[in-house]
């Protein structure tokens, strides 16, 4: 049965084949395909500040999947994928890195076992995830809150404060 994915990307350090976070992101998206991962839409790439200890800048993505892979097989490939591109568990959280993948939303809805709840805990808050994501799939509501992703931009770009 085809499973349907919001995956976010992310990237801030340059890859030794690859390039820049940028191309990176657009790298990872063609490794996905190639593993049997059908990419149905992909969101441009921004530019955003770090989180935590990390001082470089990243670039930001985010794709509509469609795949035949549970929730937990499909973490396990995204996590083979980072690690393909240099990424190594056990690092210091929010530090820079190569590639980050997550799962955000999944088409039936709300999931969790050890190691992977769905939709992930800090989307709502983050604009370099929503961003992207409302760019591809305005109308995909959170099965927690109900809203849409573009109501959950609105809400997170409201509730910023005005620079004076």
Not at 2 to 15: D, E, F, V
Not at 99 to 117: N, V
Not at 150 to 162: E, I
């Amino acid at each position: 049965m085809t499973q349907i994915y919001l995956i976010a990307l992310g990237s801030n350090r340059r890859h030794h084949h690859h390039g820049l976070p940028a191309a990176v992101l657009r790298a990872a998206l063609q490794d996905l395909a190639g593993r049997g991962i059908r990419v149905l839409r992909a969101a441009p790439i921004i530019a955003s500040a770090p989180i935590g200890p990390s001082l470089r800048r990243y670039a930001n993505s985010a794709a509509v999947v469609a795949s035949d892979l549970a929730p937990g097989a499909m973490l396990d490939l995204l996590k083979a994928v980072e690690a393909d591109f240099g990424r190594r568990s056990g690092g210091q959280r929010w530090s820079s890195r190569v590639l980050d993948l997550d799962i955000i939303l999944w088409s039936d809805g709300a999931f969790a076992e050890p190691g992977l709840i769905i939709p992930h805990s800090l989307f709502r808050q983050r604009d370099f995830v929503l961003r992207p994501a409302v760019a591809i799939a305005p109308q995909w509501r959170d099965p927690v809150t109900g809203l849409s992703l573009r109501q959950l931009t609105a809400r997170l770009t409201r509730s910023r404060p005005t620079p004076r």
